[in-house]
């Protein structure tokens, strides 16, 4: 026993220098076929509050909504592999990477009560979307391609709200992450992300030194002085131009929310809805500049009926901040002739 | 060769045409059939068949298909339903975004957006399927039945369409189709070809909808200029369902009675179709007449085609703006086939239809319907070149002989 204990605090040595992929399995994140629980990859230390060291922990300027969900988001990169980017601050990532996001709400003890864990993972073939669902005694997560919900009630701004909160099964990940029919990350832009760890940023900064000459976006929120008209872009982009994007979910719309839009009815001013069907909600513009009211891009945020709510996927709640943003915006465009 | 050598090549070839690994797997109605139908479509394989129990699937979200050459195989359009009254999310009943599907014999009814969905989904087969919305006409119905969109080369065969709030069948921004052997009743827009590119729709029964047949091109959508339509031996008939699109769809402003319907598309034949009982008209041209920011579109039908149609009694209550008027000068009825007269008698259709045809002489796109100086159009003799019939890949022929 006494030998043993000094090979332990050598092996404990070993581990924290080595940027400590200790428990990570790289042979579960390159597997052709997916592990049924999300143990078998080792990101976690037994339960989702305990992540592994060799994740890099970061945090997006606008996130998607997610019903008000806390969303825990980590980047696993393979031994001594390495980030590049796009022009555009896109990190692209290795064979072997793996994305990692956990959504939950605050428990009764203040703690975070982990629903599911979403992995896009890296694969010689391509990126793969998987869900894992959280088992009710926090100790592992189980794959659920297909999909499931879960009731769930939580507090906002002092009111509580019972939702059916929906966990998606995998092809409904791939209709929010696809580019031109194939999976792709979409969070990861260095100009939305930080990294609250200490040395994250530098770590990463190092990789791809170009990173530091782009400028962050705008807060959705109105963190620091960013101007209305940024807020809303942002918003979109995040909320929205995953799939209205023009090798998006949405391409056949012709209404542009990414950014690329490159005249007024693309981004949806005086665009006439095409396919809503019951969703135009008696409109008939969907955007109404100056008149938030008789806006479509409106009614559907503020809808929670399928048949008319947008986004399509992951929201049964309507989110009253993104949507007092949205208002303003379009309040403050000056009215034309439509 | 003898009768044993003749069965072991038989079983030879058969092995050689059927994918090595090909399975089906067997999902019936029942507790978590959501999760386990779901799951089903996303473990299939290339090749697989999904087939659907007997019996009715209550579901609560969305399904979606993402993998090539997959059949997804009911017992029969009333023998299978796929229940969405219960449905909490997601924008239609089944989403398909792979190639070479096939859906066949199996129903949708009550999905709270469209009813199927296929976006980018080559060589897709619709067959023998009923999508319903089982309260008969409603706005807060589905807006389409059946909706392929973005894709190349799609049949749709034998399939039935009930109160859709849009269009029964709906194939947008689309290239090489074919609608045939199908019923649309009470909804809109019965079948809606729109920004498509070479469709034939032939052989359907449009009955009881707003408008029958529609075959639109809008502007600001990234496939534009749709032209090569072919609509024949159709039934169209009592297109009476008074509109009940909610307001702001293009589908909203379709006169109530409206039989064929064609706006700012080129290069469409409308022949051999039996049309009649529509009140405001059974076949009407039309330029897209609303205001647009696009500098590539073209707001205006042109060479148009209308030839050996059968006509009954149409026009005796024209819904739309100025239409009664136009009526009242023309002995109470409006004609069975009218233009508005978009760009000029250039481009006016070609008719040779026994029947009363007018020009409502609005050139220009702009003006107003009130405004119209309505002269009849001459009967033509000489029939236009016809356009090519769709040949689709032999595959999906295959699929429905």
Known sequence: MRLILPFLACFALAVATSAASDTISEDAVMASAHPSKLSEFGFFNGEAANPSEGLIPYELRTPLFSDYATKQRFIYLPEGASITAGVDGQLIFPVGTALIKSFGYPGASGTLDVIETRLLVHKASGWVALPYVWRTDGTDADLRLGGTRVPITF?????????????????????????????????????????????????????????????????????????????????????????????GSASNSGLFLDGSAQDSASLGIGKRPVAAGRASGDLDFIIAPGRPDQSILITRMESTDPGIAMPELGRSTVHTEGVNLLRAWIAAMPPNTY | MRMRDLIFAGAAMSALVQPAFAKTILVAPGERAQERLQEALISAEPGDIVELGTGRFALTDGLSLDVDRVTVKGQGGLETTLDFAGQQGAGEGLLVTSDD??????????????????????????????????????????????????????????????????AGIYVGQSRNIIVRNSTVVENVAGIEIENSIDADVHDNIAAHNTGGVLVFDLPNLPQMGGHNVRIFGNIIVDNMTQNFAPKGNIVANVPTGTGIMVMANRKVEIFDNVIGENGTTNIMVVGYRFPYQDVQYDPTPRDVVIWDNQHSRAGWAPQFRGGTEIAATMGGNFPAIFWDGAGGPDLRPIIQDDVMALSLGLTDINA?????????????????????????PESMEAVVR
């Open chain 2, 368 to 392: 107003d319907t009130a405004a119209a100086q309505p002269v009849p159009l001459k009967r033509s003799e000489l029939r236009p070149a016809s356009l090519p019939a769709i040949i689709l």
């Open chain 2, 101 to 166: 599907v096939v859906l066949r014999e199996f129903a949708i009814e009550n999905s709270k957006g469209d009813g199927i969905k296929s976006k980018g989904a080559d060589r897709i087969v619709y067959h023998k399927l009923r999508v319903e919305w089982t309260g008969g006409p409603k706005a807060s119905n589905g807006a389409y039945g059946i909706y392929p969109v973005e894709s190349r080369d799609v049949l749709i065969d034998s399939v039935f369409v009930r109160g859709a709030s849009d």
């Open chain 1, 155 to 247: 507090q906002h701004s002092g009111t509580t709200a019972s939702i059916s909160y929906s966990v998606p099964n995998k092809n409904q990940c791939k209709q929010c992450h696809s580019a031109a029919g194939d999976i792709t990350p979409i969070g990861p832009v260095w100009q939305n992300m930080e990294f609250p760890r200490k040395g994250d940023l530098q770590r990463i900064s190092k990789m791809v030194p170009t990173l530091k000459r782009l400028k962050p976006f705008a807060r959705w929120d109105g963190g620091g002085d960013a101007e209305l008209n940024d807020r809303a872009m942002q918003y979109l982009k995040i909320n929205c131009g995953h799939c209205h994007a023009s090798k």
